[in-house]
């Protein structure tokens, strides 16, 4: 399968790297090479199977326009860009196209996400996230906790479930949900010893999307990999 990756940073280089290392034929480029999407006109999508971003918000759309515009397949990692989820899925229906998205392309923070759904049915508690990444991630809370409140709202709609934050040196990545009652407590944790297993993810994930059609979140299809 012929990838086309967008961004390298670490993440973006380790996409590429387990992409090569399951026999696909990889290429990756820098912002500096995609400016406002100038990679990704119709002729040289013409040569991609699948698009990878893990970019920033504002050239993930861009980039997702780009892609979906011209009929191609596009997964994105990248998070911040929610807003315009629904006009972008109308433009993959309109154009043929596929996006797959998600908020966090580990198998075991999907494993978290439904440990948190169950434990979210919990009567008589109070629930929390904490969540702690690199001082240079770029968006506070991680699109990963926003999703684990999320699925914990789900289930309890007038819950208050308070957010926390940390920035520090290189973590890979931790996200703690917490449920406490006036007579015990319960915790669920999912701690990333590398980003390799976000990355594996993300290349599954293109593997999945390849040669389909529609818009799909991670979670919906994760399970059938």
């Not at 480029?29 to 119709?42: F, I, P, V, Y």
């Not at 980039?63 to 397949?73: E, F, K, P």
């Given at each position: 399968?012929?990838?086309?990756?967008?961004?390298?940073?670490?993440?973006?280089?380790?996409?590429?790297?387990?992409?090569?290392?399951?026999?696909?034929?990889?290429?990756?480029?820098?912002?500096?090479?995609?400016?406002?999407?100038?990679?990704?006109?119709?002729?040289?999508?013409?040569?991609?199977?699948?698009?990878?971003?893990?970019?920033?918000?504002?050239?993930?759309?861009?980039?997702?326009?780009?892609?979906?515009?011209?009929?191609?397949?596009?997964?994105?990692?990248?998070?911040?860009?929610?807003?315009?989820?629904?006009?972008?899925?109308?433009?993959?229906?309109?154009?043929?196209?596929?996006?797959?998205?998600?908020?966090?392309?580990?198998?075991?923070?999907?494993?978290?996400?439904?440990?948190?759904?169950?434990?979210?049915q919990l009567e008589g508690y109070t629930f929390s996230v904490e969540e702690t990444h690199h001082v240079t991630k770029l968006d506070a809370p991680s699109g990963t906790a926003i999703t684990l409140q999320q699925i914990i709202l789900e289930k309890q709609p007038k819950a208050v479930v308070p957010i926390t934050s940390h920035r520090i040196a290189d973590a890979k990545g931790e996200h703690v949900v917490k449920a406490v009652s006036a007579v015990d407590e319960l915790e669920v944790r999912h701690n990333a010893a590398s980003r390799r297993g976000f990355a594996l993810g993300a290349v599954r994930a293109a593997e999945w999307v390849a040669g389909k059609q529609g818009a799909w979140e991670f979670r919906e299809i994760f399970s059938s990999l």
């Open positions: 399968m012929r990838i086309l990756v967008l961004g390298k940073g670490k993440t973006g280089a380790l996409v590429a790297e387990i992409a090569a290392e399951r026999g696909h034929t990889v290429r990756a480029l820098d912002a500096s090479e995609n400016e406002h999407g100038a990679a990704l006109r119709a002729d040289k999508l013409a040569a991609v199977d699948v698009v990878i971003d893990f970019t920033a918000p504002a050239s993930a759309v861009e980039n997702i326009r780009a892609v979906l515009g011209a009929g191609g397949r596009i997964v994105v990692g990248t998070t911040g860009w929610y807003d315009h989820l629904d006009a972008l899925k109308k433009l993959a229906a309109a154009h043929g196209g596929a996006l797959l998205y998600g908020t966090n392309f580990s198998i075991g923070v999907q494993k978290l996400f439904q440990m948190t759904g169950e434990l979210a």
